[in-house]
Every structure is written in C-alpha cells, then in structure tokens.
C-alpha cells in the first residue's frame, strides 16, 4: 500500500468534511468508518410514505457552514412545522401558546427571563477560542450548571424550566456539566434563544431526505477513499507516520466523539493530558422517538405538535413531518435521567410510557401510531451517547487546551473540538475543515 | 482450548484476589494481564541498595483485607518513618511541628477543625454500599467537592488545607470531583484523619520487600494460570460465555480501573447505563518521585521527612526509606495541577524543580541524591491515572448502582467498586473477592 497524505477516521460530518477539503487541496485521503454506513450521529430511518430522522435533524440562522453545504450539494431544507398552539406543562401547570413564551405566573417568568440574561451576558463573555480564559473561569468551572442555577433561578417553576431546557439541550443533568462548559456552549451557538428556538433558532429547517443526505452526497463525492466496516482499535504513530490496520498516512485526522477516541489503544500512548481529557468529556444520553401516523391530526386541531413537560418523560416533543404532513410524524426525546429509567424497561413498556405521554400531549389519536421507531444513542457502540460529549467540572480549565492541540501527526475533530455550534452538525463540519487547516499548513 | 470457569481480566489486588478464592473454591480460572508483570498500580523498582515502589506503597490500620493477606502470604510490615519535626507551609506561613497538628493561626485551625467535623459526620451518614441513598444525596451529588468546601470553610489558609489536603488524597482538584463521591470515599476509608494520617492512618506501615511483592506472592501460587503480556482489547459474551483472543469462559471479572474497561471493545456493546458510568470516572494523575540519597540526614537533622506545601509543586513528601534508611529515600508527590504542569517540562527541567523543592525543604544536601527515579502513571497505557478514579459529580446518584452490577456473565472488580478502602489496595482485595462470591453464588 502506498502511504496517504492523511488517514481520517471516521466518517461523520467531521471525518467527510475534513476529507474533502483534503482531496480539494490535492492530497491523497482515506476516510475509515467503523459502521457500515457514513453520517455519524445523524440517520434517515425509512418508513412507510418517507423517511424519519433517528439522529441531528434540524439546521438552523446561523449555522453558515452547514446550510452552505446543503447549498453547495443542491440540497434544500424546509421550515420545520411550527404554527398552531404549542403545549408546556411546567410547575403544575399547563398551558397551551402561540409565539415563544409560555402563558406562565408573571413572577416565574420574569425569573426566567433575568436569569436568561445573565446566563447570556455571561455566555457572551466565553472566549470561544479559549473558554478557560474566560473572566472567572475558574469559579465558574469549579461548580456544576447545577449550583449556578441553584445561586441565580429563585422560583421553584423556573429551576424547572432550566431543568428541562439543560435536558433538552444537553440531554444531561444540569449536575453533571461544568458551569463553564455550559456557558461556552450557548455562547457557541448564539444565545440560549437560539438553541432553544425553533423559528429563529436550531430547530427552524430541516434538509429535504434528511441530515444523512448530505453526508452521504460528501461521501460520495470522495468515492472509495471511504471505507466503511473498518474499525480503528489500534494505531501506531510516530513524527513521520500514523499506521492503523493496513493503511499507512503522513497524518490523520481523529473524527471521532471523546469516547470513542478512548476506545482506540495507541501506540504510543497518548500524552497524559489528552488521555485524562478524555476521561473527562462524557456524552449525554437520549431515546429519540419517531412516531408516525396516518395524518398529522394535532395540525387540523390547532397544534403545532410541540410539547414541553417537566413531568413527563417524554420532555420534549416536535412535528417531525415535512410540511404536507407527509409522513404525519411526533418526535419525542427520552432525554437524560428518563432515557435512562425508559432503557430499563422492556421494550412494550417504554413504547406504552411514549404512546400515553403523547396521548396525554395531543390527545387518543397520539395512542394509534402508523409506526413507531426509536433510537437508543449510548447503546451505539461507535457512539455511545448523544447528541454530544460536555465538560465536566474543572475539564476546560485544567485540560482545555488540550482539546483541539494536535499530538505529533494526530490532529482532532468531532463537533466536541468546535468553536461555533459545537455539538451541532455545523460545529463538526468546522472541526473537520480546522483539522484539514492545520494538516495542510 | 477448554471451556474455563472463569476468565480473569487483570492481574492487580484486585484481580488476583479474585482468581485466588475461585481457585480456592476448584474453580479452573485464567487471569489474562496486559503488561509484562503483576501488581496494577503497585510497581518494585530496583535501585542502588534496595528497592522503591512506583506506585501504592502504604498499608495502614482498618485495611483488614490487606493485613490479612500479608500475614497469610507470610510478609512483614514495617512502620514508616514518622518520627521527627514535620514541615508545613500553609498559607504563606511555614511550621516545623510533630504530632498531627501543624502550628497554625488558631483562627486558622478551628476553622479547618469545624470543617473536617462537618465533613466526617456528613461521610459517615453516606451508606458505602449505597452512596447514593444518602441523606442529601442528590444535593451533594449536585455539587462539586470545592463548592461544599466553599460553603464549609471559611479562611484563606484553610481552603489552601483542604487544597492540598484533597490533592493528595485523590490527585484531582476539590472541582473534579463530587460531593458526595468524596464523603464516600472518607467515610470507605475511615474518616479523614484515617485517610491522610501516618500513624493511626493510610500511611503508618511498609510491606517489607514492597507492596508489589504481596501481588507477586499471589500470582506464584496462581501458577500458570497467569498470562502475562495478553492484553484483552476485544470481548465476546453472550448469556452463558465469555470469549477473549483464544481464551473461553462461563463467566468474566473484569478487574480493571474504568477508563481500561472503556478501552476494550465489548460485543455486544455495555449496556448504555455501564458505559456512561465509565465515562464519569476518570482517574486523578500523579507523578510519584523517588529520590534516593547516600544517607538519611533528615533524620539526623532531627526531620521525620515529611513535608507538605501549598505553594510548592512537590506538595507532599515522605521518608521513603526502610526503618535502617538503607536506601535513604525522599518519596514525593507532584500532584492533580502539578502533575500536568510537570509533565510539559522536559525531564531535567522536572528533576530541577523537584530538587529545589525539597532542597527548601531539607536544605542543600537534598539537591545531591544519589539517584532519582520517577513514574508518571498517566501515561501508563493500561493504567491511565492514579491513585484511582473518581466519580464527577451526579455519577453516583445516575449511575451509581452500574457500579457493581453483573452484566450477563461479566462481573465488576477494582478498588473503584470497593465499598471500604476504595481507592487503596485493601478495596482492591475486597472487590476481587465480592466478585468472586458473585460467580460462585
């Protein structure tokens, strides 16, 4: 075998996109993916009438690179579904709104609200670059997002608010992150609006035959420098060469979450830093559900098929079907703690707990589905959690650095080493085209 | 190949302890070892005159487990240096003192006096097989150890203690580790005093030939049933078998710290709550110096030897040697922050550093040793940190209860899955041999 400029591992939107701006600049590039298929953690699903999306599924303002790649691989999006009444059950009460803010006590959410100020005015001064030089980083990375919301959140309905906000962004527990990861994370993706937002925010479009489209069109474009079924469970390395199964490369470039980085053995070891930060950057955990039925019967009631409870375990749902309603589709997110206590049941059961909580959303018609499929993130062996690793205390601030700095001929990616929209697929695609940077420089 | 009884994942205390009351009770077992040697974290290194140890080197009153098997295994111990002033630099303020208490600002003392009563009563109430029924559990689960100790102590120089105090009891920062792992932990190894004393405490006694010799006596009589040099980097198992490179099992203990288990590649993948629990406790990192000199003329300068600052790299230090000083021996700890400063310099750079800390300590005739030999276990492939791991605030309450729990045919050792002494060599034992009584029930 002839030695390759780079070998790439993994074929996510990472992995692909630092191939091709790889092979645009001449190089000669193999990308290695241990699944048998390209896209990472985004996945069409088929179903009967079309397609659901088992993995990321929305694009949204702001995220230039990937609505530029979905432009230059003629692909187009659609607006997610989102007029009609949306529902949240919050602090015992439920209510039913247009627009953005929920019908809540004026006290609660003139809570949420300042605490969302300070939460961006905060974020804001996160050096995306550097979030551990952040003015009092390490105050704010000694302490769990827990304990900074405990200190500036006084009502009980606007903890559980951000309770349910840190599980749908996160999909963790507001204890488990760093305060400071969880400020460079809305800082990177705008402002907790623009996370949280459907129209305006994250969840506002949608790509036209799903996410996985677009990985599968880069794919293609880079031919058989993709080789799928090949997992990398060793690598050797020196200054001069990376040597993994029977490829050998000048560089690679490691697209893959901080788990599965740790999953590799290399040889030799990595550095103690790099080893240690990924000991410290665990993924968060959601069943995303995809409900489908014969039509999207909440639409001709009112709804727009967006739910939010804190006391459900189904937390967060969303109009998962394109806007003929054609597949009629709910996706729903186990997310957190109730992704947890739903893998311990069987089967039968967590799809009767989803089919009552949707029912109890939108009504007897949400208890028929057409079809039902979910996807179990952290049982993925390649994956292992989703949608993204997070920083626990004190990670940024003693290991940080060590996030993106290449080791010998080993340089970083996965939307985890992203500075805008990290854990989104526009954060992957700019680690995948920063690694490819630093490769070619 | 035969079908063994069981397969034995790693041949540290833990492992071989297992492998032991299996064969003990007529089980055919193998113990399957990655490196060249036994012992885990324990390491003999040779040096002019004797012997150090690289790794765990202490035993001390309550390890039960650990005494026990040195009697049986016909070992001696020997009691560690302590005798002499000791040194303390504490918040700008340096003591020469003997006994336990080092001379303070009575403001000073009370407040650490208050704060570690507090914190051994609140250990104590945090049940060892079941951290997270705590009292309070979730709220202290929330937290990180320097935001309780933010609460909890209130002088400059008293956090600086429970600094140095926390660095050198798990080589982490006070905000890496949970609340309530680290009141686990206190509570596991007999309050703090117990944990951070010489005499009375984790430190008082010497195995006589090194720690390691006691794992070395348990692998000669495991015979050859010990293979060396075997690392396992992929396991198949299914509900009645275990198979790993040409080795086939009914049943696996896997006797490793958490981020090697994450490092093997398990198929079918671990169930989602398993794995996550693995990625939430990473290891602390220390780098364990032994410097060696032609006498020990601490001691007769009247200094027992041990030293401690909060403003120096080589925080903690210990007389290393045997009670006739043949070898004198300063054993010192560059711990937690420490460790990764030192570990970027270049090995002079490091041994300069190290020497003038403890020539500040013990005056010029400490910066001529007659060796110096030094061990990074961060960087060791199949260690990945040391002492041991901890678990980052909200693991235990999430996933506390995958700790020890079999899966399928697989069951769980290591001083992570102790509930006494976890961390130290006595949990160790104690785990090896709970994991056996689980296969053998």
């Known amino acids: 075998m002839p030695v390759l400029d780079v070998m790439v591992i993994g074929a996510g939107f990472a992995g692909l996109s630092a191939a091709r701006a790889l092979v645009d600049a001449g190089k000669d590039v193999a990308v290695v993916e241990a699944r048998d298929r390209v896209g990472g953690r985004t996945l069409n699903v088929e179903v009967p009438g079309g397609i659901v999306e088992a993995g990321g599924q929305w694009v949204g303002p702001g995220q230039d690179r990937v609505l530029g790649l979905i432009a230059e691989l003629g692909l187009s999006t659609y607006p997610t579904h989102d007029s009609g009444l949306h529902l949240a059950e919050l602090g015992g009460r439920t209510t039913r709104y247009s627009g953005r803010i929920p019908k809540l006590n004026p006290v609660v959410l003139a809570d949420i609200a300042q605490a969302q100020l300070r939460l961006d005015r905060a974020a804001r001064r996160v050096p995306l670059e550097a979030p551990w030089a952040a003015p009092g980083a390490a105050t704010l990375d000694a302490q769990t997002f827990a304990t900074w919301l405990g200190r500036h959140v006084r009502t009980r309905s606007g903890r559980a608010f951000f309770q349910l906000v840190t599980e749908a962004v996160w999909c963790a527990d507001p204890a488990e992150l760093s305060a400071l990861w969880a400020q460079f994370y809305i800082h990177s993706g705008g402002g907790l609006d623009s996370l949280i937002n459907t129209t305006g925010g994250a969840q506002q479009d949608r790509v036209v035959g799903g996410t996985q489209g677009a990985a599968q069109a880069l794919a293609a474009g880079l031919g058989d420098r993709v080789r799928l079924g090949t997992p990398v469970t060793e690598l050797e390395w020196t200054a ?101 206590a739903a893998a311990r049941m069987a089967p039968k059961e967590r799809r009767d707990l989803v089919l009552a909580d949707l029912t109890a959303y939108f009504g007897p018609r949400a208890a028929e589905p057409a079809f039902y499929f979910e996807q179990n993130w952290a049982e993925e062996e390649y994956t292992r959690g989703c949608y993204g690793a997070f920083a626990t205390p004190a990670t940024l601030t003693r290991f940080g650095p060590a996030l993106r700095a290449p080791v010998g001929p080993l340089h970083w990616a996965g939307t985890e080493t992203a500075t805008r929209w990290a854990g989104y697929i526009d954060g992957a695609i700019e680690s995948g085209r920063r690694a490819a940077e630093e490769v070619l420089r």
């Open 240 to 340: 001069e060469r990376v040597r993994a199964g029977d490829l050998e490369a000048r560089r690679a470039i490691i697209a893959l979450p901080p788990p599965a980085v740790a999953r590799i053995g290399f040889s030799p070891a990595l550095p103690a830093d790099r080893a240690q930060l990924l000991q410290r950057m665990p993924m968060g955990w959601t069943i995303k559900v995809n409900v489908g039925y014969d039509e999207p019967f909440w639409r001709t009631e009112g709804m727009s098929g967006q739910a939010n409870s804190d006391r459900r375990a189904l937390g967060t749902v969303f109009d998962g079907g394109p806007p003929d309603g054609a597949p009629a589709v709910l996706v729903g997110f186990l997310e957190a703690r109730h992704a947890q």
